[in-house]
């Protein structure tokens, strides 16, 4: 093994100009964020990542080195949580990329960085495999969160990197990466209380999502700010004059919401962008900390609302009240000149930076706390407790809840889509199915854990990641009895066990009625016992209950009433699950499209294809789950999509083609030429002649000899599609060819 000594000697030397500048500017941050800063571990660090990374370049063409860089950066940045932070950020993807293992990292770097190290080359791992679904990222990403709080950290730098510098993906991964962001980043650097990282995140996301969207408020922004300034100044100028005579030291600005925020507001309220940053907002940042601060604060106050009238509903005290995240403002809205609402928070400069930059700047302000204390335990709890308890204000007594009940009488399990479910030991795949919900419980007829089959038995343990494997034919069996350890998993058997029972016996005494009909039997409620009685059955519930579920033949029941006269015989009418039966048989062989959806082919949920772009097999394509349960299939570049994948991710199922037959997908061309003669036949001739595509309407406009024609039609497959479109581009006069997106309207 070359000795780390070695490789640093080697490296100190090569180190280009401009990354030599940016690890200085590096440690310039460290020293000005950070409690204490090893300089000789960030050195070695830089130097051995600089050596493992060199000669490798990532996608934008940069030499690789530059995003470690820039992760540590971020880290020192913006979350300023320690100097070993740091150190991994420069080393985080050195396990991953390179040929250096971890136990170098160990040997080289101590047992720490291992740990963080490898929990982020875990996370990183699944990351880049595709194959993989968002769930089981996020359960990973929790697991490693567990082992070390770095290794969160420094992910959300990685991430926030990646999305700065997301230009040189193409457009299916960069729609992926960015609502994963909005979807799980954004929100955990949220409940980090990494205000800074979470809006920056939200927003570069926002801008590839929805990029018009996008665009259009932050030209409506730039168009208008200079009045806003304008306003902001007139606010402004009495409230610092007041607070310098005062004797105050503080800053005053106004604040600008993210556009994400800014566009959630707009959708919400459904009102334009200029009725919607009409709330301004000033924040003032005091230098005075610990109780003076807070009394200030208390002051500022009551300066502001003697200029400016309070609006007093809407006055909240997080100082007193802080939120669980460790965020801490007073926040009133006024009204200021000309009777415009604005927004006013005010701060110390404490509560400022645990504002911005989160918890881990919380522990600087305790430098007592090291990291075996039971601050960082209350930390790692307080964040498990918030990703399975989105209430905010649970969190305390939550808390001290979960500290008695961990590893004891509770185990911690995930959904395939990550959600982590609390269930008590010994719990099995069936009370996991009915705490998802009670339909996933009644239909439940396997499982899997963390990917394997096992029998619905099993008892899980905590961390693993259950799958449960419905089929709408399959019902609880009164087996589940002997192993559910769940009240709601039992109670629900049970009553379904009660159900059933009471549902059948009313299906014999149904047969039956029919039965004695065609047999012309009459029989009473005591010949009837007595009958019981002599086919050995405890009470007459007993026997309609077999009568029901088929396992008395109703011939023998007339046998028995007729005291031994042979009932004529009669054809057996089909039983009604026989019908059902070859139904779901006929069903199953229509040949419904083939859609493989979360991997699997089910035959047993309903499939429609999104009108507003209308996929064809070989699209990018995702599934999303109706309130009634049936799925619409979008191309991941529907213009629906990044809504849909960014506000109701726990609808999204994957979808994948699967072998087709003979399905016809309906699309449209959109076809631009020289409007001349036989434009029209030559077009559709080859379309319908050569290729054999049917035709489902044509429209077509012609102005100062352009011709502009959209044809639908129905094709079998992206290939198809693709086929068509180069022999039609072939036809003479033909500019241009392309696949129109909305057909639903044209047709
Ligand atoms: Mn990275």
Known sequence: MIKASEIIANTEHLVEPRFE????????TCKRTLPSVDE???????????????DVQRKSGEAYISHPLAVAQIVAENISF???????????????????????????????????????????????????????????LMLSMASDIRVILVKFADRLHNMRTLKSLDLPRRLKIASETLDLFAPLAHRFGLFAIKSELEDLATSILHADEYDAVVRGLQETSEEREAFINSFIGPVRERLQ?????????GRSKNV???LRKMKMQDKP?????????????????????KEDCWRVYSIITDLYKP??????????VPKSNGYQSLHTTVLGPRGRRVEVQIRTQQMHQIAERGFAAHWRYKEQVTQSDGKLDDFLTWVRDLLENPRPEAATEFVKEFRLNLYHEEIYVFTPRGELLTLPNNATPV??????????????IGAKVNGRMVPLSHRLTSGDQVEIITSKKQTPNPDWMNFVVTHKARSRVRHWINEKRRKTIELGQDVWRKRARRSRVEADDRALQRAARDLKFPNTQQMFYELGSGLLDPRELVKVLKEGVDAPQESDEPRWQDHFESFLQSAHETGRPGLLIDGELHTDITTKYATCCNPIPGDDVFGFVSKTGAISIHRFTCRNATHLLSTNADRIVQVEWSRQKDVQFVTALRIIGEDRVGMMADITTVISKNLKTNIRSITVDSEDGIFEGTIVLFVSDLDHLHRLISRVKRIGGVHGVFRFEEVGDEA
């Open 245 to 253: 005579q005062d004797g105050f030291d503080f800053e005053i600005y």
């Open 431 to 444: 009370d996991f199915a009915f705490q998802v919900h009670s339909e996933v419980g009644f239909h439940c």
């Open 82 to 140: 320690d100097d070993v932070s740091v150190a991994a950020a420069l080393l985080h993807d050195v396990v991953e990329d390179t040929h250096y293992s971890l136990e170098e990292i160990r040997a080289w770097f101590g047992s720490t960085l291992e740990t963080v190290i490898d929990g982020l080359t875990k996370i990183g791992g699944i990351f880049s495999s595709r194959e993989l679904g968002q769930a089981e990222n996020v359960r990973k």
């Open 21 to 28: 500048e940016q690890y200085q500017a590096l440690i310039e």
């Open 40 to 54: 000789e571990l960030l050195r070695r660090a830089f130097l051995f990542s600089y050596h493992a990374h060199k």
């Open 273 to 293: 962008l200029d009725e919607i940053y009409d709330v301004f907002a000033i924040r003032i940042v005091l230098s005075a900390d610990g109780s003076r601060g």
């Open 311 to 320: 609006l007093p509903e809407r006055f909240r005290d997080f100082i007193s």
């Open 260 to 262: 994400y925020s800014i």
